[in-house]
């Protein structure tokens, strides 16, 4: 009876111990690659876009120059749902974004030239916006 126990246990233990790995697998293989074709600057319908990628480690570029004068949307693309950064927030120009997977787009009028920082809401990353 103590042998059958014992065996059970360990059967136990071994499910829990593959359910875990196989979880954190799940979450070190995913695909968090951004499309090397996608350009960060790109303009549409009277916009400038920039596309800002959100990543485990932080915003990539980190770095992104508009013109002044130009009506300007930001995109912040989040390929994976699973990564600290939940949103991001300046308060120099206003803005207070809730992050989902995929694209989340804000608008961004009459930016005056200079340069603004823009951080996620943890306050550890951080994009440099300049206005030219």
Do not use: C, Y
């Given at each position: 009876?103590?042998?059958m126990t014992k065996f059970r246990a360990i059967g136990i233990?071994?499910?829990i111990l593959f359910t875990c790995l196989f979880i954190l697998a799940l979450f070190y293989f995913q695909n968090t690659e951004s499309s090397a074709n996608e350009p960060v600057m790109t303009e549409s319908d009277g916009y400038q876009i920039a596309t800002i990628q959100?990543?485990?480690d932080g915003f990539y570029p980190a770095?992104?120059?508009v013109k002044a004068g130009v009506p300007t949307k930001?995109?912040?693309k989040k390929?994976?749902?699973f990564t600290c950064i939940r949103s991001v927030a300046s308060r120099d120009i206003g803005l207070d974004l809730y992050l989902e997977k995929?694209?989340?787009f804000t608008t961004l009028q009459d930016l005056k030239p200079g340069t603004y920082k823009l951080h996620c809401g943890m306050y550890m990353y951080y994009?440099?916006?300049t206005v030219k």
């Open positions: 009876m103590r042998n233990m071994a499910g959100v990543k485990d770095n992104i120059e930001l995109n912040f390929p994976s749902g995929g694209d989340n994009v440099t916006l």
